[in-house]
């Protein structure tokens, strides 16, 4: 077999390990994908008719306060001074999310103080005060009280998981964050942006090297490809970022995921919702955001006469879907745990990512643990000081 390592997947925690195979060790390295682009959920592309660039899975906002990745993913892209904020529109009025004195003296028509603020909250949040909340509905109410939590929180939550939050379990959520200033920056990361040329791009310069064959349309179970798991077997280390259970054809039972279905749409005008996300938490409204993509490039030269919008619709993933976030129920993490030994016992294969350790990984989340894993069993395994397992 003409390879010295196999990497299932093209996403971000594939094509770190495949750089730095290639690169650090000169390493011929195969990279297969059953989607026909490469990058994963983190691909993007521009819409044909505005040429405005699409995130194909969702809106996808780097940041990080990492400074090994930092230092890495600047290697192969720039980042551009774009710092996500997001809004919600509940009964026809547009607030600041996350939570914050902004949105507490537009809801209670007030002008609070950060202390006046945080005893209103402390007094409305006294509801479920000394019980100990059985569910996601009581748990939202005792840590931002009733107002706050039915405004913002519980249908939003309730069409997320098409479930009333009375019938999900309180630990989904273990805080809500409530900020008593005006800022209402999404992230608070030492570094934030979005690729000067596009999620692409950078993807594309990470598999640029001529020991990095990248193949696509390629499943890993489907025995007629070159590279198929029953072909490579014990022939040829595996990094393998698919999901988990399929590896052990469900042996041990499906994991369960939540899903996101996409509508996109080109409207005739040159902005649409004035920014790049809107929530929509109120349950007359069939999906729970508005993407607006020519926002996360207003450096970019786009038309001034068309814009390109996507709304996001949730729900629990059937087989076949793609799958997105991990529920991460009781079930799910007892399987989880009942398929260890049959990872253990796989001497030749790695398992990477978010969906070969069924966790949600933020993209420097998935570039970060690929480092790790780079240098913890692939640098000592291929210097030929340890085994690969
Ligand atoms: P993936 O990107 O999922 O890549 C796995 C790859 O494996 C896929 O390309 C898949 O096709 C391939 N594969 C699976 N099975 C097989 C098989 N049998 N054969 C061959 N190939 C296979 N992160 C952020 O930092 N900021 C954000 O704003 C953000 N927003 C997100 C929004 C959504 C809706 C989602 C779902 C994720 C978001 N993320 C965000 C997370 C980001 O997408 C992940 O960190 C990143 O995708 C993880 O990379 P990965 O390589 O582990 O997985």
Known sequence: MN???????????????????????????????????????????????????????????????????????????????????????????????????????????????????????????????????ENLNDKGISLIGRPLYEAFIKNYTAKQWQTDPKDLPAEIISRLPVRYTYDNRYFNDTHEGLPVDGYTAWLERMADHPKIDVRLDTDFFDDSQEFSKNNVAGQVPVVYTGPIDRYFDF???????????????????????????????????????????????????????????????SRFAQSGDEPYYPINTTEDRERLLAYRPAIKAEKDVLFGGRLGTYKYLDMHMAIGSALTMFENKLRPHFAGTAALQ
Not at 48 to 58: A, D, L, N
Not at 88 to 100: A, C, D, F, L, R
Not at 271 to 279: A, E, I, L, W
Request: glycine letters at 8%; hydrophobic letters at 30%; aromatic letters at 14%.
């Open 251 to 313: 042996s041990e039972g499906e994991l369960s995921w939540r899903t996101l279905d996409f509508e996109e749409e080109v409207l005739p005008t040159g902005d649409f919702q004035g920014t790049s996300v809107m929530n929509y938490p109120d349950l007359d409204v069939p999906y729970t955001r508005i993407h607006e993509f020519r926002h996360f490039h207003p450096e970019r030269d786009y038309p001034r006469d068309a814009t390109v919008i996507m709304r996001e619709f």
């Open 3 to 133: 390879t010295d390592l196999v990497v299932v997947g093209s996403g971000f925690f594939g094509l770190t390990i495949a750089e730095r195979c290639a690169r650090e060790f000169g390493l011929n390295v195969t990279v297969i994908d059953r989607r026909s682009h490469i990058g994963g959920n983190a691909y993007s592309e521009n819409e044909p008719q505005t040429g405005i660039e699409v995130h194909r899975y969702g809106s996808h906002l780097f940041h990080t306060s990492n400074e090994r990745v930092w230092e890495y993913v600047n290697r192969f892209t720039a980042f551009t001074n774009y710092q996500h904020k997001v809004y919600t529109s509940h009964k026809g009025e547009v607030y600041p999310m996350p939570i914050n004195l902004g949105t507490i003296n537009q809801f209670f028509r007030s002008s609070y103080g950060p202390d006046e603020a945080r005893a209103l909250i402390r007094e409305q949040s006294a509801e479920f005060a000394s019980t100990n909340p």
